[in-house]
């Protein structure tokens, strides 16, 4: 008998119990069964494995827990209240608490270092809002809609955000410029391994990656040695298969620029 067939056996002598014709059987509710059933579908799926039947039952309470908020959020979006729907993935047997912890603590080490140098000689009131006058532009593009930007990707345990936007950013504006009916796929292990101003997995901020790549340019996804690994790696040298897809940096206070561009 294995971890899960004690746990439910346990939780099955829990439960209320009904006499039918002289004998006391177990009974579990319609809603635990379902609750257990997507459960034993998550570990499946994602290969969760827990120390003891202690830490199972705990699991199992948090995600249904969560599997219960989900289920309230999305009859609500059935019902047109929300506009979108939630489901279960890897992360579905973790508080938020833990999830920020473990996913979300990762603190910078500096600041950008490009920023720093390009606000000096900015006016003062750089900051200040401003109201764009570009009568030419359309009241709404979504560029997602339009085939332009990538799939998303996990980026696991590691601060790579700042790589996956640097990476995505560029992948679109190349699929916006060109018409693109394909958006090409950048490497962000590239990045990772190859940034030496940014930090890895420890963070790092988009405004120097992308001067990393108006220097060294970047690199497609198939044509770099390694896939997304979720850690800074020792640099291969990419070769000629460089890619000329350059990020220019216009600052701030320039929306009609920014938008026009």
């Not at 890897?90 to 938020?96: E, G, I, R, S």
């Not at 340019?217 to 040695?225: F, M, R, T």
Request: charged share 25%; hydrophobic share 30%; proline share 3%.
């Amino acid at each position: 008998m294995d971890e899960a067939d004690d746990f439910m056996k346990e939780k099955e002598q829990a439960q209320p119990q009904i006499k039918k014709s002289g004998v006391f059987v177990p009974t579990l509710t319609e809603q635990y069964m379902e609750e257990y059933s997507a459960f034993s579908v998550f570990i499946g799926k994602y290969g969760a494995a827990y120390a003891d039947k202690d830490e199972h039952m705990g699991r199992f309470e948090i995600f249904a827990q969560n599997y219960r908020e989900m289920k309230t959020h999305n009859a609500k979006f059935a019902a047109g209240e929300v506009g979108w729907e939630k489901d279960m993935n890897q992360f579905a047997d973790l508080t938020a608490d833990e999830f920020q912890e473990r996913y979300l603590s990762n603190s910078f080490r500096g600041k950008p270092a490009i920023l720093n140098d390009s606000l000096i000689g900015m006016d003062e009131d750089v900051h200040r809002p401003h109201m764009v006058q570009a009568s030419h532009l359309p009241d709404y593009v979504n560029w997602y809609e339009q085939g332009k930007v990538s799939e998303s990707v996990d980026q696991g345990g590691c601060g790579s955000c700042w790589a996956f936007t640097t990476a995505t950013t560029l992948e679109s504006l190349n699929a916006i410029q060109n018409n693109l009916d394909k958006v090409p796929r950048y490497s962000v292990q590239y990045l990772l391994d190859c940034d030496t101003v940014n930090w890895g997995c420890d963070g790092g901020w988009m405004a120097d990656a992308y001067e990393f790549t108006k220097e060294k340019g970047i690199i497609d996804w198939d044509a770099y040695p390694r896939g997304y690994q979720g850690r800074k790696n020792n640099c291969s040298d990419p070769g000629s298969n460089i890619n000329g897809t350059r990020f220019h940096n216009l600052g701030g206070g320039h929306e009609e620029d920014m938008i026009s561009n």
